[in-house]
């Protein structure tokens, strides 16, 4: 078993301000790569460019990054970092800049375009990346893994390589606070996909299960009052905590058959990536519960149920209506439908999600079939 996670890690309350101090252990020009607005708004980018000024790093903002980073977007934000002569990357922003800054900096040492290394692991590691994340999801922070669109083929690249975790993950809850009620949920039900989708995969191990159960745990106490109420500062910290916890966990086990599934739904039509997750999540895992119950029942205790007196098999079905019910405490919509997905189009969705590769993590190796199953169940 290997397991995986970034060599430092800053967490607490006000610590976006040490971005500085850390960029300077790496470099002298950094390349701040963000989205395209909310950064800015809420104030943390004048933050992290101060901070950076005062540690004596210089810094170009690269804030072209939209939902859902494209090839385009990895390639040109390259092409600018050199243009600019950076050699540290500081990213910051929920997923997508997250993901994009990796790429970038494994394009950096290794040169060419993104695509060339879709098949192929780059030889380098990538420049330094720090990140900070400002919503409590993705866990991109603390993975080897950058989620691109290639927007040429309709289909989510996974790039997935050591070389592009992160030196060093800032987590500052207090920078999540003003993330709203709809990506509160969303993020936070990507990050309870992450945390079980690790726990139940076939990879899992010792290290692994310790921080899917706690952010398991976290999330299940904390995501409902962050969603309604973003202010509340206790929620927002569990959140941070349990969405690194969740991402450490699949930096080492991969993401299983919910991932495989909310992919091609991203890339056909769009959907958040964390509402696309939210609407498989109960329904993947009762076609996995079956094939490891016991596992279904730890997690049913991490969510806070009453499993005393219960069978396994019982205490595993209460695992799946747990998540089943804070999916929908989330307020999140449920259907497929709801969101442009057409019937026609579930057997290329299917066909996707087969060949996306992560369902041989899955506790039960799904065919083409059980896949359109699914997909026409939550259609
Ligand atoms: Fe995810």
Known sequence: MV?????????GKGTVTS????AARFGKRAVLVCGKGSLRKSGVLDIIVSSLEKAGVSCAVYDRVGSDPTTSDVDKGAAFAKENGCDVIVAAGGGSPLDAAKGIGMLLTNGGKVTDYEKTAPEKESLPIIAI?????????????SVITDTDRNIKM??????????????????????????TAATGMDALT????????????????MYSLEAIRLISKSLIPAVLDGRNEQAREDMLLAALYAGIAICSTPTALVHSMSRPLGAWFHIPHGLANAMLLSTVME??????PEKFRDIAIAMGENVEGLSVREASIAAVEAIAAIADETGLPKLLSSQGVTED?????????????????????????????????IF
């Open 287 to 292: 076609y996995n519960r079956p094939s490891c």
């Open 3 to 11: 397991f995986r996670s970034p060599p430092t890690i800053i967490y």
């Open 19 to 22: 971005v500085g101090e850390q």
């Open 194 to 209: 992450h945390a079980i989708e690790s726990y139940i995969n076939v990879n899992a191990s010792p290290m692994t299960k």
């Open 158 to 183: 996974l790039l997935s390589t050591d070389g592009i975790i992160p030196k060093v993950a800032i987590l500052d809850f207090a920078i999540t606070k003003s993330l709203p009620p709809f990506m």
């Open 345 to 377: 189009k579930i057997p290329t969705l299917a066909k996707d999600a087969f060949a996306a590769g992560s369902t041989a993590n899955n506790p039960r190796v799904p065919t083409v079939e059980e896949i359109e199953t699914i997909y026409k169940s």
């Open 133 to 145: 994340p400002t919503t409590a999801g993705t866990g991109s922070e603390a993975t080897r893994y």
